[in-house]
Nanobody, 127 residues
Framework: QRQLTESGGGLAQPGDSLRLSCAAS????????MGWFRQAPGKEREFVAA????????DYADSVKGRFTISRSNAKNTAYLQMNSLKPEDTAVYYC????????????????????WGQGTQVTVSS
């Protein structure tokens, strides 16, 4: 059974850092590009960050560029999202997603392109 499991969410104060993890099981992690999305209450799900199969290419939403870093360990079947300088507007449920691809250095931004999703982890930024 292909499964993605997020962890690392929680309550943070503005300016704090959190690191989210996405552990993959039941799939060949190294052939999947990965992405992080988020959904705040009453809002559409939005793209946050993406990383290619190889880890050599990354992309970010403008709202998080310079503050968030996506990475992956193919040896550990895990993707990460390091979130620094958190803001209240970062409050959302964060989801990781996997896209099966033949391209080692391509990233993907559209939720429709992703094949597998985690259950989400809540991040709340509040003073």
């Amino acid at each position: 059974q292909r499964q993605l499991t997020e962890s690392g969410g929680g309550l943070a104060q503005p300016g704090d850092s959190l690191r989210l993890s996405c552990a993959a099981s039941g799939l060949t992690f190294r052939i999947y590009a990965m992405g992080w999305f988020r959904q705040a209450p009453g809002k559409e799900r939005e793209f946050v960050a993406a990383i290619s199969r190889s880890g050599g290419s990354t992309d970010y939403a403008d709202s998080v560029k310079g503050r968030f870093t996506i990475s992956r360990s193919n040896a550990k079947n895990t993707a990460y999202l390091q979130m620094n300088s958190l803001k209240p507007e970062d409050t959302a449920v964060y989801y990781c997603a996997a896209h099966l691809t033949a391209y080692s250095d391509r990233t993907y931004f559209s939720a429709d392109e992703f094949d597998h999703w985690g259950q989400g982890t809540q991040v709340t930024v509040s003073s």
